[in-house]
């Protein structure tokens, strides 16, 4: 007895599966875009106030010495916010990026799923000496799901290292100018 083993009704199935994952990255990449917009709005709000506030110190200046002190001034929590800025916009990027393989990885699963039952079917309905031909085919299979699980092992591996990086920049960053604050503050 031979079965078709891809049903119009898979096929179909298969298509609607497609078409909500792609919806659904869609709506990931929406939202990612909706953040960095957002953020970056605040921060050209807050760099315009910041202008303000420094043209207005600049215009009082009355020698030289003070003109330094005001641009050290300016400079110091310049660059405490555009350290914030990047860590938000990474902390943007990782959350999608997380999102996104965690789509991939549902839709990897369900692939293997149905890819694991259709040899299986193969199996139970081929014809006498094909045996090795379908241990063949499993043992592709076996592999190249190994392979997949060793690419998506190193990958989580290489963004915790990012991760990690980006976040001892961020405090060396930190460290940097904080003193330097401290120091302004205690000269005014």
Known sequence: MNQTIVTPEHFLSAIKNANAAMAQLAATSFDAMEKQIDLNL??????????????????????????????????????????G????AYDINAETASEVARLAEKQVADLNKSMAGMINELSKTAPAGTEGVIALMKS??????????????????????????VEAVAKAGETVVSPAAKGRKRAE
């Open 42 to 83: 605040k921060t050209a709000r807050a760099s315009l106030a910041d202008a303000a506030e420094a043209s207005s110190q600049m215009l009082g200046v009355k020698d030289a010495q003070e003109l330094y002190g005001v641009a050290q001034g300016a400079a110091q929590p310049a660059a405490a916010k555009v350290t």
């Open 85 to 88: 800025y990047a860590r938000q």
């Open 140 to 165: 592709a299979f076996s592999a190249t799901n190994t392979a997949y699980d060793a690419m998506n092992k190193a990958s989580k591996q290489v963004v915790e290292m990012v991760e990690a990086n």
